[in-house]
C-alpha cells in the first residue's frame, strides 16, 4: 500500500486496533504480531524504519554471555532460543559466528564474579580462563537440547598463536564458542513489516509520521512527508520507541498523568575499518575480548570490513548520539591492545556508528550492572483515553519474545485471541530458503534470464525475495550504476515498493553501501538523480536532499564528502554480495 493510500485509508476510517509509535525493531516486531491476529493495526515512526537503535547494533545475535554474571539466567536462555530460531527462520541474513575469547588469566575474575553475582561490586574486572569455562559451560548446557552449534572449546597458548599470531603475546590460552551474526539488520526489520502488512488487510504503517495527543485528549498522525493531520481513534497506544519512549510520553500524556522516567539509556559506539591485515588476523573469526579496564570488546569480519566496537556511556538525549571522538580512541586502543602489532590509519576508518540501549532505568553507576532485560507496563490516560503500553528494555536478538511479550498483553486487554504463532514463522526471504543454493540460483536466473554473477548478489542481498526482484529487473530495460554491483532497475525496485522517502533510507538501510565503505560520491550523485526522478523533485528539491544527505552521513558517521570522492575510482563488486563468512 503506498503512502498516499495509507493516508486516504485513514481519513476514511481513522478508527484502530492499536496504534505502534517506533517502527524500531521493537516496535515492527509487535506490529506483525498483532496484525497476524486479525487486528487493525497502525505503526507511525517519526523517522525512517529501523534507523534509530536497530540500525546501531553490533551486528551480533547472542546469547549474552556476560549476562550471566549478572544473574540474568533467563535472559541468557531466552536469547539463545532466539538466537537460534533466527538461524532457522532468516538464514539469508543471520549465520553462525565462531567466536574467540583472548584469556589473560588462570583465576582471575572469580571472586569479583561472585561479588558482581551479589550486587556486592559495581567495577568490571577481568575474567580468568575459569570464569570463562564456567560461562561456556552454562551456555552449551543451555542449548544442549538443539544442538545447532558445536560446543566451545580451549586452546592453549601456543596452539592460539599458531592461528591467530597478531593477539597479544601475554595470553595464557582461548576458548572458541558459537554465536550468530546478522548481516542486513535493517532490511531484516523491513521483512518484518512486510509480513505484518500482507498478513491484514487494513494493517498500516507510516515512516516520517508522528503520533500527537490534542488538549482534549484526541490523536492526531502528523505526515512530515506531505504535512498532511490527520484523526486517528485507538483502541489502545503501544509505545515501541526504545530510548525514546519518555520523551514519547510526554505528548501522549498530561504533566499530572504522565509516568516516572521507564528509561536510561547507554550508548555503544563501533567502527567499521577497511584494513587487510587486520582482517586476516582474525581468520574468520570474532574476537570477544576484555579491554586492560576488563570492559568486554567485539571484533569481527563484516562484509569485507571490520566491525570494532563498543563502548558503554549514559546518555540524556538520544537524537544526539554519535560516536565522539574519545570514543574512537577509546576502541582504538582496546584494538592496538589486543592486537599491538597492527596500526590503523586515520583513513582506514570508512564508517562509525552510535546507538542507544534502551536499558531500563537505573541509578546504577556501572552501566554493565543495568539490567538488560526487558518487560511491559501499561499506564491508564487520564480523560478515558486509551491505555498506553509501554515496552522497556529489549536487546535485538530477542525482538520476536518481546513482540509476542507485548503482544500477548495487547490481546488480553482488547480480549482478543491469539490465532497465530511466530516461533517457527520464516522471514522474508528466508521463507523457501533452498537446500541446494547454486542450484536454485541456476534456475532462477536461466527463469528470469539474468547473469548468475547477478543472482548470486541479489540472493546475498535479498534471501529467496531475490526472485521477485530479479523478475523485476528483467521485466524493463535495466542501465549499470558508478558500483558495478548495483543496477538502476534493483533500486528502483526498492523505491517503489519499500517506502523510501530520503536518500538515507536507501544508502544507509535499504543497501549496505554507506556502512560497507563501498559509497562514493559518483554513486551517491548517481542514486540521487534516480531518486529525485522517482519522486519528481525539482533541482532545489534534489540538492536539499542532497545537503542533508551528506551532513547526515559527516556528522552521524563521520563519512565527509572527501572521503567520498576519494572513493570514485573503486568500482568493486561490494562486499555483501560473496557467501557469509564464519
Known amino acids: 500500500m503506498k503512502r498516499q493510500e495509507i493516508l486516504d485509508g485513514l481519513r476514511q476510517s481513522p478508527k484502530v486496533d492499536v496504534c505502534v509509535i517506533g517502527g524500531g525493531i521493537n516496535g515492527i516486531s509487535v506490529f506483525r504480531e498483532l496484525a ?15 534507523s534509530g537503535a536497530s540500525s546501531a547494533l553490533s551486528r551480533m545475535v547472542h546469547g549474552g554471555l556476560r549476562y550471566l554474571e549478572n544473574g540474568e539466567f533467563k535472559l541468557v536462555q531466552e536469547s539463545l532460543a532466539e538466537r537460534d530460531r533466527l538461524l532457522r527462520n532468516a538464514p539469508h541474513y543471520v549465520a553462525p559466528l565462531p567466536t574467540t575469547v583472548p584469556v589473560f588469566d588462570l583465576f582471575s575474575g572469580l571472586g569479583n564474579g561472585i561479588v558482581r553475582f551479589l550486587g556486592l561490586s559495581r567495577r568490571p574486572s577481568r575474567r580468568g580462563a575459569i570464569a570463562i569455562k564456567a560461562g561456556l559451560s552454562i551456555y552449551d548446557f543451555l542449548t544442549r537440547k538443539r544442538a545447532l552449534m558445536p560446543r566451545h572449546q580451549f586452546r592453549g597458548r601456543r596452539a592460539t598463536l599458531e592461528k591467530w599470531p597478531a593477539l597479544n603475546g601475554g595470553i595464557k590460552s582461548s576458548a572458541t564458542y558459537f554465536d550468530a551474526w546478522v548481516s542486513h539488520p535493517e532490511r531484516l526489520g523491513l521483512e518484518l513489516l512486510q509480513d505484518g502488512l500482507s498478513a491484514k488487510v487494513g494493517s498500516m504503517a507510516l515512516n516520517y509520521a508522528q503520533l500527537r495527543r490534542m488538549e482534549n485528549g484526541a490523536y492526531f498522525v502528523e505526515d512530515h512527508i506531505g504535512g498532511a493531520s490527520l484523526a486517528v481513534e485507538p483502541a489502545l497506544i503501544i509505545n515501541a520507541t526504545g530510548g525514546w519512549i519518555d520523551i514519547a510520553n510526554q505528548s501522549l500524556f498530561s504533566p499530572e498523568t504522565r509516568p516516572a522516567p521507564l528509561v536510561g539509556g547507554t550508548k555503544g559506539s563501533h567502527l567499521i ?76 576508518i570508512v564508517f562509525q556508528f552510535s546507538g542507544v540501549r534502551p536499558l531500563p532505568a537505573s541509578s546504577d553507576s556501572f552501566t554493565g550492572r ?76 536461466a527463469d528470469k534470464g539474468l547473469p548468475l ?46 517506502a523510501v522517502e530520503h536518500l538515507d533510507d536507501l544508502l544507509l538501510r535499504r543497501t549496505t553501501l554507506a556502512i560497507s565503505g563501498e559509497l562514493s560520491l559518483t554513486m551517491m550523485d548517481a542514486v540521487l538523480d534516480l531518486l529525485a526522478q522517482e519522486k519528481g ?37 561490494p562486499c555483501d554480495t560473496t557467501a557469509k563468512s564464519g
Request: contains cysteine.
Open 36 to 50: 497476524l491476529q486479525g487486528l487493525t493495526v497502525l505503526l507511525v515512526e517519526k523517522h525512517d524504519y529501523c
Open 273 to 348: 575499518i577497511d584494513n587487510a591485515a587486520l582482517r586476516a588476523a582474525l581468520a574468520d573469526h570474532m574476537i570477544y575480548y576484555e579491554n586492560e579496564d576488563g570492559r568486554i570488546c567485539i571484533l569481527f569480519p563484516y562484509l569485507g570490513k571490520v566491525l570494532v566496537g563498543s563502548t558503554d556511556i549514559r546518555v540524556d538525549d538520544p537524537e544526539a548520539v554519535r560516536c565522539e571522538d574519545d570514543e574512537r580512541d577509546y576502541i582504538l586502543q582496546s584494538l592496538a591492545f589486543v592486537l599491538p602489532g597492527l596500526v590503523i590509519l586515520p583513513e582506514e
Open 370 to 445: 543495568i539490567p538488560r532485560d526487558h518487560f511491559c507496563t501499561i499506564v491508564e490516560p487520564d480523560n478515558g483515553g486509551p491505555p498506553v503500553l509501554c515496552m522497556i528494555g529489549g536487546k535485538w536478538t530477542t525482538f520476536r519474545s518481546f513482540g509476542e511479550l507485548a503482544a500477548d498483553m495487547a490481546l488480553d486487554r482488547l480480549g482478543h485471541p491469539r490465532h497465530v504463532a511466530t516461533t517457527d514463522r520464516p522471514i522474508g526471504g528466508g521463507r523457501g530458503y533452498p537446500a541446494n543454493v547454486p542450484a536454485w540460483l541456476a534456475q532462477v536466473a
Open 453 to 498: 554473477p547477478q543472482l548470486v548478489r541479489l540472493f546475498s542481498r535479498y534471501g529467496t525475495d531475490a526472485e521477485a526482484i530479479a523478475g523485476f529487473i528483467a521485466a524493463g530495460p535495466d542501465a549499470p550504476l558508478p558500483h558495478v554491483g548495483y543496477s538502476v532497475r534493483e533500486l528502483q525496485c526498492l523505491i517503489r515498493d519499500e
Open 537 to 573: 523533485w525539482t533541482p532545489a528539491q534534489r540538492a536539499g536532499e542532497r545537503d542533508r544527505f551528506l551532513t547526515l552521513l559527516n556528522g552521524r558517521h563521520g563519512v565527509d564528502e572527501t572521503m567520498l570522492s576519494a572513493r570514485n575510482e573503486r568500482r568493486s563488486i
